[in-house]
């Protein structure tokens, strides 16, 4: 048996975060963390790194960066856990005592139980081993031909990349569109025809009902009788959050994950989580919310690290900022779309601007399309979205997050002061939040 003071469940950036933050604290905490996977992988950029064009070495999260931060690594997965006696137990028979525990146990893909499921051919788009298995069948294709199973962020990504890698690819959405979830109709509509006039099959409103072998390829049968013959099929259809150990525990979960309070702790003494694996609060209304993104994982567990070192830090929420690329275009949010805000039950007031990204007279200008929420009668912004061509719409989204977290008003973002500049900006009298916010009636 082995005495530790943090033992820590998870090889994601959750666990790596709250290793790296005690490490810089120079803390004589004896830190283990348990993972059970032999590498990890850069799992935003999987999708990236279908094409080939780089080793598969430079997707994988090296385990020095655990090893070299002070803490100790076991590979192997923890299959018991005892609150009461503070034990942990892995599938190999060793046992460890801890002083405080941090369950980041993260997320697996969700694979609908649909007959074929399971065949060679049906790929998701999560671990290292995802990752060499797409990149394998997108090299031997013989049809060039691929369905991606959902239309969210990564499916979205993961079609783009084979569309530029020369493949017809479809995406399946179960909705009556693609990015539903997490952009607004404003956007879906020009990204859907961004897709479209990309050679990108849209099938939307349906539902995928199996997988067929045949032969070398797959045969995708969708609910309104369509059969559509590919070399391999790609899942993309969310996360199921990886909260069984949690649970057997005797520690509380609920659809959202596992519960913690405002200082991130569970429903057990000196138990912590963070990441895919914890239950999550939207930061704008203190409602539960979905929220599994990398940033977040980060976000939570420096507020773990802090109070496993004897802080009173409490966590605000999640602003779930997020960024996207379609083609040359991008495209994110930050707080509640429009349609979010109304269903939890707030009255909104919209307002939605179109700026150039340059002077007039530059050559290349091309427009921002943005769009701001707030609540009517506060003015209380409570999410935004932004569209533009390139990477910049990371900053855009970047800073509607500060602004929700500063709880800034629609009369503060109408006095806010900004840069200008010919080739990096639009004129000075044309700023895509100012006229976002005074086309807000509030």
Same mark, same amino acid.
């Given at each position: 048996m082995k005495d530790i003071d943090v033992a820590i469940i998870g090889g994601g950036p959750a666990g790596r975060v709250i290793v790296h933050a005690l490490h810089a604290a120079r803390d004589s905490l004896n830190v283990t963390l348990f993972k059970d996977e032999e590498l990890n992988v850069n799992r935003c950029a999987v999708p990236f790194g279908i094409d080939g064009?780089?080793? +598969? *070495?430079?997707? *994988?999260? &090296?385990?020095? /960066?655990? $090893?070299?931060?002070?803490?100790?690594?076991?590979?192997?997965?923890?299959?018991?856990?005892? &609150?009461?006696?503070? /034990? /942990?137990?892995?599938?190999?028979? *060793?046992?460890?005592?801890?002083? *405080?525990?941090v369950l980041a146990t993260g997320a697996r893909p969700l694979e609908p139980p649909l007959p074929g499921v399971d065949l060679p051919g049906v790929v998701p788009v999560r671990s290292l081993a995802d990752l060499d298995e797409l990149r394998r069948r997108a090299r031997d294709a013989a049809l060039k031909r691929a369905v991606v199973v959902g239309g969210g962020y990564i499916g979205v990504e993961v079609a783009v990349v084979l569309r530029e890698m020369g493949f017809a690819v479809a995406i399946v959405e179960m909705l009556p569109t693609v990015l539903t979830q997490t952009t607004e109709p404003e956007f879906i509509a020009a990204l859907s025809t961004l897709l479209a006039d990309g050679g990108i099959e849209l099938r939307c409103g349906t539902a995928v009902q199996s997988f067929a072998a045949a032969g070398d390829a797959l045969t995708v049968a969708l609910d309104d009788g369509a059969n559509l013959d590919c070399d391999f099929a790609v899942l993309a259809v969310g996360v199921r959050k990886n909260t069984e150990l949690a649970t057997a525990a005797g520690i509380v979960t609920n659809r959202y994950g596992i519960e913690t309070d405002e200082y991130l702790r569970t429903s057990e003494p000196d138990i912590y989580a963070s990441g895919d694996c914890a239950a999550k609060k939207s930061l704008v209304t203190g409602q539960d919310t979905l929220g599994e993104f990398g940033t977040n994982a980060v976000f939570m567990s420096k507020v773990v690290a802090a109070n496993i070192l004897g802080g009173h830090r409490t966590f605000p929420g999640v602003a779930n900022a997020s960024v996207t690329k379609i083609f040359d275009w991008g495209v994110g949010a930050a707080g509640l779309t429009e349609r979010m805000a109304r269903e939890a039950g707030l009255d909104v007031a919209t307002g939605i601007s179109s700026v150039l990204d340059k002077y007039p007279m530059?050559?290349?200008?091309?427009?921002?399309? $943005?769009?701001?929420?707030?609540?009517?009668? !506060?003015?209380?912004? +409570?999410?935004? !979205?932004?569209?533009?061509r390139?990477? =910049?719409?990371?900053?855009?989204?970047?800073?509607?997050?500060? =602004? /929700?977290?500063?709880?800034? $008003?629609?009369?503060?973002?109408?006095?806010?002061?900004?840069? $200008?500049?010919?080739?990096? =900006?639009?004129? &000075?009298?044309?700023?895509?939040?100012?006229?976002?916010?005074?086309a807000a009636d509030v």
């Open positions: 064009n780089k080793p +598969l *070495q430079k997707y *994988q999260i &090296p385990n020095s /960066l655990v $090893t070299d931060y002070g803490a100790d690594l076991v590979i192997g997965r923890i299959e018991k856990l005892d &609150p009461a006696e503070h /034990l /942990l137990e892995t599938a190999a028979g *060793q046992s460890f005592r801890y002083r *405080q525990l530059i050559d290349g200008v091309d427009k921002i399309s $943005t769009k701001l929420v707030f609540e009517r009668g !506060s003015g209380r912004l +409570l999410g935004g !979205s932004v569209m533009r390139g990477a =910049a719409v990371a900053g855009d989204v970047d800073f509607i997050s500060m =602004a /929700l977290q500063m709880k800034v $008003t629609r009369d503060d973002l109408l006095i806010h002061q900004y840069a $200008t500049h010919p080739e990096l =900006a639009a004129k &000075p009298s044309d700023n895509r939040f100012v006229f976002a916010a005074k």
